[in-house]
């Protein structure tokens, strides 16, 4: 079974800071890893989309990187804004593009 | 472009009365559409892959004569809930693919059903 895993489940930062969220998974023979926001209540977000030969991805304030040998992936989030907050899903694509999703991250911004 | 939508955004029914949600690709054509469920406080969950013109393909644990999906056009996928029970209370969001594309999937905005 494709597990896929994130770390922390929650988080609370004060606006500014850098964070670093993790996402591992267990099947090396990946797609793609995509990062999604979920807001509350609402669907999701396309933020970033690694392909397997990619190493990462940078869009704005993200930058999301791809170590497959360790079946891993960081989202870095640069001077975090209470505009951030939201929970953050990692995905792992594998045949037939179907996305396994992590184990999300809640994430909290504080003025 | 690429937008999905999803109608209903919310529904409250009666428990034995079925419920059908409609997924959309408004400016795009989606040969596969994906429907997943959201428990409160956990991740998209797999329920069923919808490809236009045939079967859907259910996951493990996904009674196919609860979910009906029908995906009949290349636009649209429905999901109908039979014979909804206070447990299938859920947030259901679909997903679709464009035809021809191993990009990212677009998320629909979601369904939140409750059933009393």
């Known amino acids: 079974k494709q597990e896929v895993t994130q770390i922390p489940a929650a988080l609370s930062v004060p606006e500014g800071e850098n964070l670093v969220l993790n996402c591992s998974f267990t099947d090396s023979a990946i797609y793609n890893l995509q990062w999604f926001r979920q807001d509350p209540g609402k669907g999701l977000t396309s933020l970033l989309l690694i392909q397997s030969s990619q190493r990462e991805q940078t869009s704005g304030r993200l930058n999301a990187s791809l170590d497959k040998s360790s079946g891993r992936s960081t989202l870095y989030i640069a001077a975090s804004q209470p505009g951030d907050s939201a929970t953050y899903l990692c995905?792992?694509?594998?045949?037939?593009?179907?996305?396994?999703f992590g184990t999300g991250t809640q994430l909290k911004v504080e003025l | 472009g690429a937008v999905v939508s999803q109608h209903p955004s919310w529904v409250i029914c009666k428990s034995g009365t079925s419920v059908k949600i409609e997924c959309r690709s408004l400016d795009f054509q989606a040969t596969t559409m994906f429907w997943y469920r959201q428990f409160p406080k956990q991740s998209l969950m797999l329920m069923a892959t919808s490809n236009e013109g045939s079967k859907a393909t259910y996951e493990q644990g996904v009674e196919k004569d609860k979910f009906l999906i029908n995906h009949a056009s290349l636009t649209l996928s429905t999901l109908t809930v039979t014979s909804a029970h206070p447990e299938d209370s859920s947030f259901y969001i679909c997903s679709a693919g464009r035809a021809g594309s191993q990009e990212t999937q677009y998320f629909g905005p979601g369904t939140r059903l409750l059933v009393l």
């Open positions: 995905a792992r694509a594998g045949g037939g593009n179907k996305l396994t």
